[in-house]
């Protein structure tokens, strides 16, 4: 049973569609044989202590009923560092997807920070750590 989760809401609005995916995940876990979880949307990584939850959640639920549970995160890959590549890998994230924009120049262009920035070589330098915790992909 795959799921999506987009990572922009605010947190009463979070709790509330926890508590409901929650339940239909324990109306489903008789009939799955394995949860496949992707976060996504906004920056999921801002709202990490959510996500880590709820994967809490997941993988209790899911060991408990013995179905196969996995996770993937795309990402801008700016909070991707090495503390948060161990806490993704020990919640069952095995794959980040990172999206970059082109070479520094063009990347910092196109997605700079609140500051004005460039985030490339932050990312790069976020990458080199996460390929010892993650499959890391770029689209």
């Given at each position: 049973m795959p799921l999506?989760?987009?990572g922009e809401a605010s947190f009463s609005t979070?709790?509330?569609v926890a508590?409901?995916?929650?339940?239909?995940?324990?109306?489903?876990?008789?009939?799955?044989?394995?949860?496949d979880v992707t976060w996504?949307?906004?920056e999921p990584l801002v709202?990490?202590?959510?996500?880590?939850?709820?994967?809490?959640?997941?993988i209790l639920?899911?060991?408990?009923?013995?179905?196969?549970?996995d996770?993937?995160?795309i990402t801008n890959g700016f909070l991707l560092d090495e503390a948060t590549c161990r806490e993704l890998a020990a919640q069952r994230?095995?794959?980040v997807q990172v999206g970059i924009d082109g070479p520094p120049t063009v990347h910092d262009r196109m997605r700079p920070l609140n500051n004005g920035r460039g985030s490339f070589h932050t990312i790069l330098a976020n990458l080199h750590k996460a390929v010892d915790y993650l499959n890391v992909e770029t689209p």
């Amino acid at each position: 049973m795959p799921l999506l989760l987009r990572g922009e809401a605010s947190f009463s609005t979070r709790r509330e569609v926890a508590a409901h995916v929650l339940k239909v995940l324990d109306a489903q876990l008789p009939h799955i044989e394995s949860f496949d979880v992707t976060w996504f949307g906004g920056e999921p990584l801002v709202g990490k202590g959510s996500l880590l939850q709820l994967s809490d959640a997941f993988i209790l639920r899911c060991d408990e009923a013995e179905v196969r549970y996995d996770a993937s995160i795309i990402t801008n890959g700016f909070l991707l560092d090495e503390a948060t590549c161990r806490e993704l890998a020990a919640q069952r994230v095995s794959s980040v997807q990172v999206g970059i924009d082109g070479p520094p120049t063009v990347h910092d262009r196109m997605r700079p920070l609140n500051n004005g920035r460039g985030s490339f070589h932050t990312i790069l330098a976020n990458l080199h750590k996460a390929v010892d915790y993650l499959n890391v992909e770029t689209p």
